[in-house]
């Protein structure tokens, strides 16, 4: 394709994005977050010994972690690296990720050192706020027992439902409006159009952990750091992939995330993957889950999921299958076209970096 057509599309799939996804949002922080102090900038830390039996090894994770926050942020020592980010006074929401269930889900043991690491900071457990959209949903991943006494631990709804109109737990201030409505809805009624903000964000916390799992998505492709925001934390969000063929998570994905109230929030990006999945996600489903061994930081979701990405699509290479962007549905993953393009979009927006040659990823073997 020549060089000029290919500019005028992206120019004008940009414009797309803009005129389809509108804003009503405003925020107020100590600090601005992404893409945060170090754009373009990925660690992944390896440990051989962090998973065992299917079981996270609490000692080579710990190692992980404090490799991990002190080679992202240049801190000499834990208490520093995560006093860099955070301070007494902050109210912190970490947003987990229980879609894969019990298989694949966020890990007590990950979650509990970022707890610590919050203390070292001078954040009380009283002003941590670990959250997910839907209780049922993390319930059912069995989050609930792994929350220390002391830490919040929220949701917006009570569980999933297609219709995804309700408001008790999200704030009408804060919403994102797209051209893009349900069977039957009428258009012309502005709450269909909209997904609103969780009130978790948008009025409790003044800063963000987003703790991802590191997993292959059937209509977004791959949902690591910027999909775990988009879809959890706000409502009316299936109206982005309804059907194999009516997929708007491209442009759905980077309109939610763009939003002040969450953009300026999100300080933290930590994406597991010691257990990872290339294929029939957003589930954890074992025929395509790996111990991938590897955790990764960030404060740029654009350059974590890019990272990410790849590595999904090295793993699919390794056992014979396409690409994301190139695969077709099967049994196990009924969409069209996977639209990882949501990501390269995200970075057009400025909340992180997607160019390669301007990404720096820190690859650190422990094990």
Known sequence: MPTRRRDFLRSAALAGAAALGQVHSKASTSKPGMPGPFPGRVVAVEHSGCIAQNIYQPQPIRQMMEKGMSSLTGAPAWTDAWRFLFEKGDVVGIKVSPVGGKNLCSDATVLHNILDGLKQAGVPASDVIVFNRYHDEAYEAGIDKWIPAGVRFEFASAKY??????????DPDHFMEMALIKPGENLSDPHFRRSY?????????????NLPVLKHHQS??????????????VNNVNR????????????????????PVIREKAVLHICDGVKASYHGGPGGRPKYMWEHKTMYFSTDPVALDKTGLKTIDAKRAAMG?????????DPASGFLNCQVEHIEIAGQLGLGVFDDKKIDVRRLKLA
């Open 197 to 209: 903000v969780c009130k978790i964000v948008a009025s409790k916390i003044n800063k963000l952990i």
């Open 321 to 329: 299958m396409p690409s994301i962007a190139l695969s077709k549905p």
């Open 220 to 233: 977004a492709g791959v949902t690591i750091a910027l999909k775990n925001m988009s879809h959890g934390m």
């Open 240 to 259: 982005s992939h309804l059907t194999p063929t009516l997929n708007a998570c491209g442009v759905f994905i980077p309109s939610v995330v763009s939003l």
């Open 161 to 170: 439902d297609e219709i995804q109109l309700d408001m008790g737990g999200y």
